[in-house]
């Protein structure tokens, strides 16, 4: 984080409008969803930064400030700042005191209830270093997309205070299974805010967002083998892409979002190839005596890494996009599965196990060592933050899988809240919705 | 691993088809109740023995399922529907040859016949990895039969991976358990 080298910004005109209710989000997130940071970890050179709460918030369907505060403490680049006392974006804001409070930046703001149901969500964003305000904005929400609402100001705070985009308005994609039952869910990136996109009676594994953020791929079992589905997430929309003879799985779209690899059984037993999205012939694009399965393009298209025990033990290889032959890419140790790729193509995650234990590495693609970021022992499925600060994964808690994220170098650890169902197979999904 | 462990395709069953039916030690419809997938014990003690075999604990409780058995209750040999793999194995032991002769000669007497072979993994490792290790169990038990003189085309060899246990558990006895491939009629 190179806070120093931040652009001095011109504060936009205020107010500035923008209308995010007509994002249609589905309907209905519920009224006042449990709300629950649990983090652990230290980072170093975190930006001190006080938000307030928002003046009226209590009229809101949800604590706004509370979310913001959240999401950006999750982050691991900041650090909240008590900011007791009652402040909204036309409070006079004495600098030399909050600097005495130890903020290096202040969120004031106010939600008021428009005559049209939605709510007018204002703030302003304070630099206290250069004694300026950086950003002032009016969103006019629906209340379903109050939580929205109250992510976007935090990716706003976040973008004017290191330089990079947010992922706290992004979603991810998870299953849980409860009581027999699977269901594919799709919340905000903090876990809340929860929708089910499938609810099955059979396991459902290995969901996929689209490059455009609009549709899932995902495995599902129910008709007793496993299948590749594609779900449209705002209509619910589901067409099968795959159901070959034999095992159909391992969906990974393409960044340009015209096709899929795939892992299949029907030539041999588990083969990778890449499919039209709108299904078709697939062409197969490896050709081991040994299992080839979880393919993940990189960012540009041009490779897949991919997991073989082609050598014996799983271990992770690339290739061509296309086909073509395949070099390995993990040494250290005798069972490495599950990569991701980060969106700067700059860093490889994947879990190894080391014993009993499954943990989640991280390793520098231009040839670091891999350096695992977990202290547990039942890491599954990492999947990056748009942005390739986080990942998200799965692990073990109280007898139950559970979603976690993680800054990269493991510091900052967020556990997404906790339902008493089995939360598993994590999907980070892109910029936009 | 007890080869001589039992577990049944109605163990599985997630579809609420039909009544599953418990009878004593032999197929012997005598007594009929429904019976959920949850109520199978999972501790070894009462899901050792089985029909027929010699030695076969008196308490023991054989589940036909009838919805997946077609007409009437297999007996002996095709009674048997569940081939057991030791760790990280794909071998399909000696031990079973002749339950899968048994079976592939019903296949090869009938070619209108078809049969599902499900393979499934322990809990441990990853799940797409563990579905492919599965799928290489069921094309084991496909290239027995093929071997037996049944014609590829009358199996489909898939997998569940980890995702169906047998049993629940997180030791041996349960892994060992759910390391399997069922043979399932279509």
Redesign the interface.
């Known amino acids: 984080m190179t806070r120093s080298t931040r652009p001095a910004l011109t504060p936009p005109p205020w107010p500035r409008r923008r209308f995010i209710g007509a994002l249609a989000a589905a309907a209905a997130a519920p009224a006042a969803a449990q709300f629950r940071v649990e983090i652990t970890g230290i980072g170093g050179n975190q930006i001190p930064v006080a938000i307030a709460t928002f003046r009226d918030e209590a009229s809101a369907p949800v604590p706004v400030a509370a979310i913001v505060r959240a999401d950006l403490q999750r982050s691991g680049l900041f650090r909240i700042v008590d900011a007791g006392g009652s402040f909204d974006e036309n409070s006079r804001i004495t600098v030399a005191e909050w600097r005495g409070r130890g903020a290096d930046a202040l969120a004031v703001g106010s939600v008021s209830r428009l005559a049209d149901g939605r709510y007018d969500v204002r703030f302003k964003l304070w630099d206290l270093v250069k004694g300026e305000e950086l950003v002032g904005q009016s969103h006019a929400a629906l209340p379903a997309d109050m939580r929205l609402a109250a992510h976007r100001i935090a990716d706003s705070i976040y973008q004017n205070l290191t330089g990079e985009r947010g992922v706290f308005s992004t979603r991810i994609a998870y299953v849980t299974r409860a009581g027999g039952r699977y269901s594919l869910h799709v919340t905000d990136a903090d876990g809340e805010g929860g929708q089910i996109a499938l609810a099955s009676p059979d396991p459902i594994i290995s969901p996929a967002w689209a490059p455009n953020g609009k549709e899932l791929a995902y495995v599902s079992f129910e008709s007793q083998k496993a299948v590749v589905w594609l779900q449209d997430v705002l209509s619910g929309q589901r067409r099968m892409l795959a159901n070959f003879r034999g095992s159909n799985s391992a969906p990974a779209w393409s960044p340009d979002g015209r096709e899929l690899a795939l892992t299949l059984s029907r030539d041999a037993v588990a083969q990778l190839y890449l499919i039209s999205r709108d299904g078709g012939t697939p062409r197969r694009i490896t050709n081991s005596q040994a299992i080839d399965t979880e393919p993940v393009f990189t960012p540009d298209g041009r490779q897949i890494y991919f997991v073989s025990d082609r050598g014996g033990g799983p271990q992770i290889y690339r290739m061509p996009a296309d086909g073509g032959s395949a070099e390995r890419v993990s040494f250290s140790g005798s069972y490495n599965i599950s990569p991701a790729i980060s969106p700067d193509a700059r860093t490889l995650a994947y879990i190894t196990r080391q014993g009993s234990a499954f943990k989640v590495m991280v390793q520098e693609l231009s040839g670091g060592t891999p350096i695992a970021i977990t202290d547990t022992n039942d890491d599954e499925s990492p999947s990056f933050a748009p942005n390739g600060r986080l990942l998200v994964y799965t692990s073990r808690a109280g007898g139950r899988d559970v979603l976690m994220t993680t800054t990269l170098d493991g510091k900052i650890k967020s556990r997404l809240l906790t339902t008493g169902a089995d939360m598993r197979e994590p999907a980070w999904g892109p910029f936009g919705r | 691993m007890q080869h001589t462990r039992r577990t049944f395709s109605g163990a599985v069953l997630?579809v609420a088809l039909g009544a599953l039916f418990a009878g004593c030690s032999t197929t012997k419809l005598d007594e009929a109740a429904p019976v959920e997938s949850?109520n199978v014990p999972a501790d070894g003690s009462s899901a050792t023995g089985g029909a027929g075999g010699p030695g076969t604990a008196q308490s023991s409780v054989a589940t036909v399922d009838l919805s997946k058995q077609g007409t009437g209750a297999a007996t002996g040999l095709l009674a048997q529907r569940t081939v057991f793999f030791d760790f990280d194995s794909f071998v399909v032991k000696d031990e079973y040859r002749p339950m899968l002769e048994a079976h592939a000669k019903v296949l090869s007497a009938n070619r209108g016949k078809r049969m599902?072979l499900?393979g499934h993994t322990d809990e441990?490792?990853?799940?797409?990895?563990n579905?492919?290790?599965g799928?290489?169990r069921a094309?084991a038990v496909l290239r027995s039969m093929v071997l037996l003189g049944v014609q590829e085309m009358q199996l489909?060899?898939?997998?569940?991976?980890e995702?169906?246990p047998a049993v629940p558990g997180s030791d041996e006895a349960a892994w060992a358990k759910n390391r399997r491939v069922e043979l399932k009629d279509r």
């Not at chain 2, 441990?124 to 990895?129: L, P």
């Open positions: 997630a949850r599902t499900e441990r490792g990853g799940r797409e990895y579905l492919a290790l799928q290489k094309d489909e060899a898939v997998s569940f991976g995702e169906k």
